[in-house]
């Protein structure tokens, strides 16, 4: 969830740039760079960690003297900024943003992934080429260079063409003191014009303090900048015809860093195609193999490797549940699950051969790094899966698996927990595959299917939420809501009766369907809208049971179901399709209209879904 902010135009942009990178903070990272032009020589600083580093290392080169990136003189009109979230190569400044080529001429910015980046290093290495990071990204600058003949778009151009993956990038080049040239594939990329001034960036925020006018540069296509405007072509070439319509954008700067929602809440359900796609691309180069190498596991360890245990606290204990399924059923371990705040007070039998994992997007949650210290000292290996870096769980853990969903203004999580239950998706099967658990067939099957995910998550989304709203309208009244599902629909439920809870102040409870008829069955009447998670599994037509005997007590059912199968709409009232797909994989679709409809019931009740009552973002107190 990398953040590019480029700048050409009449006014010194070194603190433009940073201030533009500011305004992308919310995305998430860990290291941030610029790099500035002028008198023909390019100067780059780039720091690990926030901004106050960066700034200070700005500031320092500004002291040397040779660092020239605040005092060149004339101060620098053009340059290029970037916040980098690692996913190839660690957090080293080295491999921080912005990268060069050979003979520091050119510098890039990229945000996404290059999938055939290896393949590229090795031709490029064999031509000569000298690489200073391990990042994918400084493939990039090596291609303009090996391209460049003086025309830097025509540069540009054929750089992109020899890229796969998922990526925007923003180059320049020392004999191009006016030009910004960037390209788009499948990766944000705006420009914004000012009056004399332009700007290019992965998001309007970082520069809608200076400009409104906007032109949305599309897949495929890559953009001169200069001072003037910019010319858009496609990668064959050819000039747009007609030349994109320049957008007025309307929303305020608040608004702005909602991206145009009203809420962060919906922004973040929006945004999860993209974080659950930051979280699996780079593990899942191949096409039949989960990289892990990043887990500090020794294989030995990973063989002998008796039971894990999971512990976690709300929404994140609800993608533990999920992942206990997964990992049984692909890698056959044993899954313990246990809220944290209830593990932590007990005398639990743990040891060398266990291990523990805390999951915590914050990973600051008192209760589950308790739990996990607790793991610790009775001699079990702990791993944190989290999403912020840095945070206390990383580093009191053995070892991280990152999840990368970028920062999560909401209190209620939403993307966070897609992004945790994809992570628990690929350790399931980098735990099959090292274990030899499963049938590489299968596993290979899984990959593909996963792969799937981030495009049938934004399908799901778009497909459903109108729908979604209409059945909140009619249900906005209840005052109270069951869940019901069975196997792995069941955490679903608990994370859809969770949301509903905690934003829209409406009590609910989630059950084992099974679990009905020994006791909330009585709860039943007209009065009672039921949601019941009725996607494909192996026990499906158990619950589609459990669905006619809550019709038999007049109750409505509201059910999800999988595409494709009309038996769940015949016993359902209202029924909401999500896409097919392996039915372990089904709850990361399946939570989506139920993140959707606990929303839209608190935003029809006139609620603050961003900040609900007596609640805080972190849990930091015991
Ligand atoms: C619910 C929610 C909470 C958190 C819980 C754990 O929407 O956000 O239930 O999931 O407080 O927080 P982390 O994951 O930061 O440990």
Redesign the pocket.
Known sequence: MCGIVGYVGGRPCRDLLIAGLEKLEYRGYDSAGISLLSDGHIDSVRAVGNLANLRAAVGLADEDGDGGVAVAAPPATIGLAHTRWATHGRVTEENAHPHGDCQDRIQIVLNGIVENHAELRRQLEDEGHRFSSETDAEIVAHLIERHYEQDLTEAVRAAFGDLRGHYAFAAMHSDHPGTLVAARHECPLIVGLGDGETFIASAIPAFLRETRRVLLIENGEIVTVTADGAVIIDASGNALDPPRDIEEVTWDEEAAEKGGFPTFMLKEIHEQPDAVAETITDRLSGIDHVDLSELDLEPEFVRNLRRIVIV??????HAGLIGRYAIEQWARIPVEMDI?SEYRYREPVVGPDDLVIG???????AD?LAAMRLASERGARVMAV??VMGSQATRDADTVLYTRAGLEMG????K??TA?TAAMYLLGLWLAQSRDAWPQEQITAIIAELKGIPSKIATTIESVEERVRAIARSHQDRRFFLYLGRNIGLPVCLEGA??MK?ISYIPTDAYAAGEMKHGPIALLDESTPVVCVATNSPILDKILSNVAEVRARGADVIAIATEGNDDVAEVADQTLHVPATDWVLQPILAVLPLQLLAYHVARLNGLNVDQPRN?A???TVE
């Open positions: 976690a606290c709300g929404t994140s204990y944290a999951i915590t997007q914050s990973g600051e949650t589950t989290t999403n209190v209620a999580a939403t966070t927990f945790q969770l949301k905690e609640l973002k972190t849990v």
